[in-house]
């Protein structure tokens, strides 16, 4: 899997400059709700390097959504810059963004949000359906997928057979089957049982060894433990970022 | 889905029933003769007969026919027909029928064909024979499996020879203007001249002739012919209108004008129906869309773009069509078949009548399905994956 990220990656060979993976300058974002105008993030400034492995964490209310949203191209500043990779996103089309998603953006949700009518190996072949890849490619590369999360026996399986920490699994396997530049979970463990959120932590622990960059959302301490690095958000702006120094 | 399979369904059924009907009368008319003007003496009750008389007109006669052949523009031939109701006998059977006297040119302008020997021909008419040609019901009645030609029949006092059998005609069950309804197989012919020499009419008044048969070389013809027609019997007759002119090409468009209005009437309930069909697509696409917001939402996530949603749901939708198209085509020939089989109305499937309804559920589908399907595009991915 990291092979493959190094290749696909043009930038990725270090030395060349050393900018970072996503760079974030004075971005805000705010929105009218009813009569209401939300200020919802206020002048952000963050950069996250290849290979990190970062933790946001919040209160309800935070902006810590919307920040995640941002950062998973579903939605665009208001001012200020997104730029990933050295592109920037911030005012991109609606297509462009589709496509910043299908290819960079690995999402991982609280409910695995898995398409209940397709079996496993149909729901991580998805991302690369829409990317226009074709079927035999598209086969072998979900099947090498569903392998490294451990579920080459479950592949024909729909959601409804699959326990709680398999389904977000194969929602791992899907974000991984594009190659993404970053994996974005939002509470990944959120719907587990401690045991299996453990399980899949430490999944998680492997692919960012493997080179990938993991951006998590939690509001869980002891999930934010794992990461190695945690930015904290309140009231729109970044209250504290600090590296998580029991995981160096 | 089940508007689009009745509407489908009807669309096919109306359109055979139609075309049955079409190439029924087409059927018909051609026996009378496209090209034909038919020309009957008018069928009177004795006072009527007498007043006519006294007032100058002797009725159809033969020298209407010669003038006509003369004067009027673009005919080609003329045969003229005499007719009384009599009985046909051989041995101990009999069969009723209507024994008529023609012309020789009769067999050449309607579609009567021998099954066995030959129709009247001009030698004979020349000559006077005492020929005859039995329609196909006389001969069964008479004959059985016996061989009529040759054989001599009676007819009134007179004893005629065989000479033709015709073909079974189908039953000529409708009044065409003043043409009665009769069964054509219970005819037999024999030789104007003949007639005329040996038979007689009850009624003394009655004209010399039942019938003129003229016919004109293009359908574009008839109108005028038709007109000048009138005015020669008009003279001929002093004025009396003891005649009338069946213009079966005449009739034929106007059963054709009216079949048109009642086909168009179908087509709007046809039509009606697929509207109908198409809205219900639309309200159950509607319905998923809304049903399926997450799903779109997730797709819409990792990676699909705008458009790739609106083919997705275009497609379902499309399918449903089909499908209800599919149905709905096997529905309606079904029902055609079974129209024929259990009623006397004719249907007739023609090829492009499936392949339109068909077309038809294609585009209603893509155009029900379209409202749908960019709502669903429209769908903002952050709302649509929280949505329960």
Same mark, same amino acid.
């Given at each position: 899997m990291d092979i493959n990220k190094i290749e696909n990656n043009p930038n990725s060979h270090s030395g060349i400059g050393d900018h970072s993976l996503i760079e974030i300058k004075s971005l805000s974002k705010d929105y009218v709700m009813g009569e209401v105008e939300v200020l919802a993030l206020k002048d952000i400034n963050l950069q996250i390097h290849r290979n990190e492995y970062v933790a946001i964490m919040g209160p309800s209310g935070s902006g810590k959504s919307t920040f995640m949203n941002i950062l998973g191209c579903?939605?665009?500043?208001?001012?200020?810059?997104?730029?990933?990779?050295?592109?920037?996103? #911030?005012?991109? #089309?609606?297509?462009?963004?589709? =496509?910043?998603?299908? @290819? !960079?953006?690995?999402?991982?949700?609280?409910?695995?949000?898995?398409?209940?009518?397709?079996? =496993?190996?149909?729901?991580?072949?998805?991302?690369?359906?829409?990317?226009?890849? @074709?079927?035999?490619?598209?086969?072998?590369?979900?099947?090498? =997928?569903?392998?490294?999360?451990?579920?080459?026996?479950?592949?024909?399986? @729909? #959601?409804s057979e699959m326990s709680g920490g398999q389904r977000q699994r194969v929602a791992i396997a899907r974000a991984l089957v594009t190659n993404p530049g970053i994996l974005l979970a939002d509470e990944p463990t959120g719907a587990l049982d401690s045991k299996t959120g453990d399980e899949i932590m430490v999944l998680f622990d492997e692919l960012h060894k493997e080179?990938?960059?993991?951006?998590?959302?939690?509001? !869980?301490?002891?999930?934010?433990n794992y990461a190695h690095r945690t930015i904290h958000i309140k009231d729109g702006m970044i209250h504290s970022d600090n590296a998580n120094h029991q995981r160096k | 889905m089940l508007g689009i399979i009745f509407g489908v369904a009807s669309v096919i059924t109306m359109l055979s029933i139609g075309e049955g009907a079409k190439r029924e009368a087409i059927a018909k008319y051609q026996d009378l003769g496209v090209n034909n003007i038919i020309i009957r003496d008018?069928?009177?009750?004795?006072? *009527?007969?007498?007043?006519?008389?006294?007032?100058?007109?002797?009725?159809?006669?033969?020298?209407?026919?010669?003038?006509?052949?003369?004067?009027?523009?673009?005919?080609?031939?003329? %045969?003229?027909?005499?007719?009384?109701?009599?009985?046909?006998?051989?041995?101990?059977?009999?069969?009723?029928?209507?024994?008529?006297?023609?012309?020789?040119?009769? +067999?050449?302008?309607?579609?009567?064909?021998?099954?066995?020997?030959?129709?009247?021909? *001009?030698?004979?008419?020349?000559? *006077?024979?005492? +020929?005859?040609?039995?329609? %196909?019901?006389?001969?069964?009645?008479?004959?059985?499996s016996e061989d009529p030609i040759g054989k001599m029949v009676k007819i009134e006092d007179q004893w005629m020879e065989v000479v033709g059998v015709l073909k079974s005609k189908t039953l000529f069950t409708e009044t065409v203007g003043e043409l009665a309804a009769r069964d054509l197989n219970m005819d037999v012919y024999v030789p104007l001249t003949t007639f005329l020499g040996r038979f007689s009419h009850e009624n003394q008044l009655a004209s010399e002739i039942q019938q003129i048969t003229i016919q004109v070389d293009g359908s574009d013809k008839l109108e005028e012919a038709s007109k000048v027609i009138d005015e020669i019997l008009k003279r001929h007759h002093y004025n009396n209108e003891d005649y009338s002119i069946v213009v079966p090409y005449e009739l034929l468009q106007q059963e054709e004008k009216e079949r048109q209005i009642y086909n168009f009437l179908l087509g709007a309930i046809a039509a009606i129906s697929l509207l109908v069909g198409g809205i219900g697509i639309m309200n159950i696409m509607l319905a998923t869309v809304m049903e399926r917001t997450r799903e779109i939402g997730i797709r819409r996530a990792i990676g699909a773009r705008k458009s790739d949603i609106m083919s997705q749901f275009v497609t379902e939708a499309v399918a449903i069509s089909i499908t209800g198209g599919i149905i709905g085509v096997v529905l309606g020939v079904t029902l055609s078949l079974t129209v024929t089989l259990f009623t006397d109305i004719t249907t007739f499937i023609q090829p492009y009548s499936i392949f339109i309804a068909f077309g038809f559920s294609v585009l209603v589908g893509i155009s029900f399905g379209y409202l749908p399907a960019k709502n669903a595009a429209n769908l903002k991915p952050i709302d649509s994956i929280r949505y329960e």
């Open positions: 579903l939605d665009t500043p208001t001012t200020g810059e997104y730029i990933f990779n050295g592109m920037d996103v #911030s005012s991109l #089309s609606d297509d462009a963004l589709s =496509a910043m998603r299908n @290819k !960079e953006i690995g999402f991982i949700f609280q409910n695995f949000n898995l398409l209940p009518r397709l079996n =496993a190996l149909q729901n991580v072949e998805l991302p690369l359906v829409y990317s226009g890849i @074709k079927s035999e490619e598209r086969r072998e590369r979900a099947l090498r =997928a569903l392998d490294r999360v451990g579920l080459s026996d479950r592949i024909h399986h @729909k #959601s080179g990938n960059t993991i951006i998590l959302i939690t509001h !869980e301490q002891e999930i934010a | 008018k069928k009177m009750t004795d006072e *009527e007969l007498e007043e006519v008389r006294a007032k100058f007109s002797q009725g159809l006669s033969q020298e209407d026919a010669s003038v006509i052949k003369e004067i009027v523009p673009g005919v080609v031939r003329t %045969a003229s027909q005499s007719e009384i109701s009599s009985e046909a006998k051989y041995s101990d059977k009999s069969a009723k029928s209507m024994v008529i006297g023609i012309t020789p040119d009769y +067999v050449e302008m309607l579609n009567y064909k021998t099954a066995r020997g030959k129709f009247i021909t *001009e030698d004979q008419y020349q000559k *006077e024979l005492k +020929v005859c040609v039995l329609g %196909a019901g006389v001969a069964a009645t008479l004959f059985r």
